[in-house]
């Protein structure tokens, strides 16, 4: 009776001897195969060269005249190009910022020296709707700027918000001229 009872307490370890085993494998797989699978993710996300430089772009801005706006694509995003003209640029800096739901000085929205182009994500900060206002014919809103339809956002003519639901200015994306007549987005 012993010897079985023996034989049955060694059967049972060599189960948990066993099941162990199987346990520790089955983790060493898995964690194999999250490796596996991590590796072509992660260098997907370490774009090559060649989308790097894509990811900026340079426009030449030689033809615009004052009041003259241009929309370009960066990154599958709009953005406004806008020559403004004195009038804009001084509508722009008299305003108060307590004033602004956003507040934000015209100076800190375009580049020194350059303040007649302003450089914005045409993206309305409420809903991503796109702004109207970059052509002679759309509506500029209350304050001369863009005006975004989807609900009704306001915005000047440093492409600030000035009424509406959006909560924020537009957004100035990166960029720096690389000479008089030329800006490098991104
Ligand atoms: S998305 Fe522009 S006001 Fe709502």
Redesign the pocket.
Known sequence: MADTSTTTAEGHEHEEDRRDFLLTSTIVVGAAGVALAAWPFIDFMNPSADVLALASLEFDLSSMEPGQAVTVTWRNKPVFIRRRTAAEIDEAKKVPLSDLKDPQADADRVKEGKDEWLVMIGI?T????I?AGQKVTDSKGEFGGWF?P????HYDTSGRIRK???PRNLEIPPYAFTNDTTVRIG
């Open positions: 309305c409420h809903l991503g709707c702004p975004c989807c609900h009704g956002s509406g639901p959006a």
